[in-house]
């Protein structure tokens, strides 16, 4: 499930409500239905979009993110319980990353997800700091308060900043209420929910999901900036398509060729002027219309690029591409200062 997809999901639950009926001798019955589907489907959307999304942006980056302590809390997941370890040793040939051992419970808490944040080496407390500072989280959650929503808060719940502690606190009452119908479809939900309270839970998770895709995709850029692996190799000089963040879109820009250039690699990533960096695909090269086999040195081309960033026509990106061990080596081999070498 894609960032469009879950939206759409979404616009789609908050129309359930007007199936409402408004005789109140018939209503009762019909309106508790639509909230215990709202409530499920809320907690299923959530769960859904950001497994998926946890999981795609391991599969995409595990060069980066496959490391010693990646590989021990994963082994530590996957001996922790009888059906990981079953699920390991049925498939012990394959060495790929499970996804049902990644995440191995069926309620996508705030700690679960902040487990998983932790176990790919993210650094949870930027994403903390960016959702304490985003000012319409925190007026969301005076909207909730002044509408009789209060937060779950529980022992996990230690949060000192009271902005965090309250989004947590919202997460887990849609956590929690999606327990309660699953384990007891009679038992009655402590919020009374009508389309109004819907749409501002809706926002809530539209906004928040917004937040954490920011912020993987500042972690991944980190990260390869860390390792020294991404080196800018042409400015795009102008953007002439842009394109939503859908994987099955493109986007058209124009890149100046310079003279020395040789030709454009396989793997590219784009890198906005924010510092978001995603991987991308080359569809194809034109120059005056014509498609090109190969680059033209010292002339602007157009590229046909297949990436899942948004792309405005009025923001400035550019290519870049990973380096290959010899320039790392030559890097480290710069960076060394002799001076510091002892004889004995």
Known sequence: MNKETM?????????SFDLMPSAPFISLKIQRIIQRNFIISLYSIWETYIKNKLYDVYMKNE?????????????????????????????????????????????LSWYEFENFINAIGFDISRLKSNLTNRDELDKLSSIFME????????QKNNEKDIKMKRIVGYIQLIVENRNQISHNFDTDLPENINKK??????????VLTGEIEQFIEKEIALKLEQNGD?????????????????????????????????????DIYIKSETGSVKKAKIIAKQYKGINLSKIINNKIISIEIQVDMKIKTNR????????????????????????????Y
């Not at 939206?7 to 129309?15: A, G, R, S, V, W």
């Not at 749409?199 to 539209?206: E, G, Y």
Request: hydrophobic residues 35%; glycine residues 2%; proline residues 2%.
């Open 7 to 15: 939206n759409k999901h979404l616009d789609e639950l908050i129309n």
């Open 230 to 266: 991404l080196k800018e190799i042409l400015e795009i000089v102008n953007v002439i398509k842009g394109c939503n963040m859908n994987i099955d879109q493109t986007c058209i820009v124009e890149v100046h060729i310079p003279q020395d250039f040789k030709e454009l690699p396989k």
């Open 147 to 154: 509408r009789g929503i209060t937060p779950l808060y529980n």
């Open 197 to 206: 309270k819907a749409l501002i839970f809706i926002h809530f998770i539209k």
């Open 316 to 343: 400035k990106y550019s290519i870049c591409t990973r380096k290959s061990t010899t320039e790392k080596m030559k890097l480290l081999q710069t960076s060394y200062d002799k001076s510091k070498l002892s004889i």
């Open 63 to 107: 060069d980066i993110l496959y490391n010693e302590e990646f590989i021990k809390k994963y082994f530590e997941k996957t001996f922790s319980k009888k059906y990981t370890i079953k699920i390991f040793m049925d498939n012990i040939s394959d060495a790929h990353i499970k996804k049902e051992i990644l995440f191995d419970s069926n309620n």
